[in-house]
């Protein structure tokens, strides 16, 4: 499936692309999870919930009818509508110019839209996330069947790992509008004073438009970790991730680890060096050939009850 740079590159012209592109590299959602377009902003999809009982039986005995279990979720894509005004003299007396300085805030603004939309993949309306964007991972999983516990007692201060499957049948991201995602041309404008509503000023003012949702087509798609803390063996350790991988049925396999960088680095300080010089051990890219992809998205700061 295609990513959102993908989708951006088909849809639309250079600046768009050239801002994703500069982008993406610091959110990993964005640049590993596929996305999808859709005409609207919604629709519904059927989540697999439970998988049906197989039993054998004797000869001359029936068997009980069994059937999967599902639900339709409604997946929506909600409005993020991010913009930018600069006081028109400063931009032209930029030493490079001002269409220099409109495409280092355009960076900027875009870059920070991603951030959020990061965030908003784990957290969603909840705490971490925003109130009015789509849900996230926490409002998607099976919190009862698909997490391990670490165990981390000090308030405030969790934080979580993510075992994701990506995929149609798995997690997607889902762009409204035939996947619009538009960056204006920059306009100049009278806007008020920030500081003095009584007055005005000129100013170039761009804004940005998209439409993002996230579906999750199945609850054996994800998996967490949660309470991972700096307390004694409630860090990151590869039995944890071991424990996460077992919640995951047969033929359900992550396509990547996401965590926090402390929580990469527990990793790291948790695993034994072999080699000849006593060297710590190599910082991880991988589990269990898993790739691990590390971001700042997930909070460290998690409260405990989450």
Not at 103 to 109: F, L, N, Q, R, V
Not at 127 to 133: P, V
């Amino acid at each position: 499936m295609p990513t959102l740079l993908d989708i951006v590159t088909a849809n639309y012209g250079d600046k768009e692309v050239g801002l994703i592109e500069e982008v993406v590299p610091f959110v990993p959602e964005i640049a590993v999870i596929p996305s999808r377009t859709i005409k609207g902003l919604n629709f519904k999809t059927v989540v697999r919930v439970a998988l049906p009982t197989v039993a054998f039986r004797n000869a001359n005995e029936g068997t009980a009818v069994t059937k999967s279990r599902y639900e339709n979720r409604l997946v929506e894509c909600f409005i993020m509508n991010p913009h930018w005004e600069a006081d028109k003299a400063v931009a032209d007396a930029y030493e490079d110019g001002a269409a220099a300085y409109i495409a280092m805030e355009a960076i900027g603004m875009t870059k920070a839209a991603f951030i959020t939309l990061g965030s908003q993949f784990y957290y969603g309306a909840g705490s971490g996330g925003d109130a009015k964007g789509h849900p996230g991972l926490l409002q998607a999983y099976d919190s009862t069947n698909m997490v391990v516990d670490a165990g981390g007692t000090t308030a405030s201060t969790g934080s979580s790992v993510w075992a994701v499957c990506y995929g149609p049948q798995a997690v997607t991201w889902v762009f409204g509008n035939n996947g619009e995602v538009a960056v204006s041309d920059a306009v100049e404008q009278r806007i008020p004073d920030p500081n003095d509503a009584t007055k005005v000023l000129t100013a170039y003012c761009q804004h940005m438009l998209c439409r993002p949702g996230l579906q999750v087509s199945s609850v054996y798609s994800v998996a967490r970790i949660k309470k991972l803390t700096a307390d004694a063996n409630c860090g990151l350790d590869d039995d944890k991730l071991s424990d996460l991988l077992s919640k995951f049925p047969v033929g359900f396999k992550p396509n990547a680890f996401f965590m926090s960088r402390r929580s990469l680095k527990q990793l790291q300080q948790s695993r034994t060096a072999t080699n000849a010089t006593g060297a710590p051990a190599p910082i991880p890219t991988e589990a269990f050939n898993i790739p691990i992809q590390v971001t700042d998205s997930i909070l460290d700061t998690e409260a405990l009850t989450l």
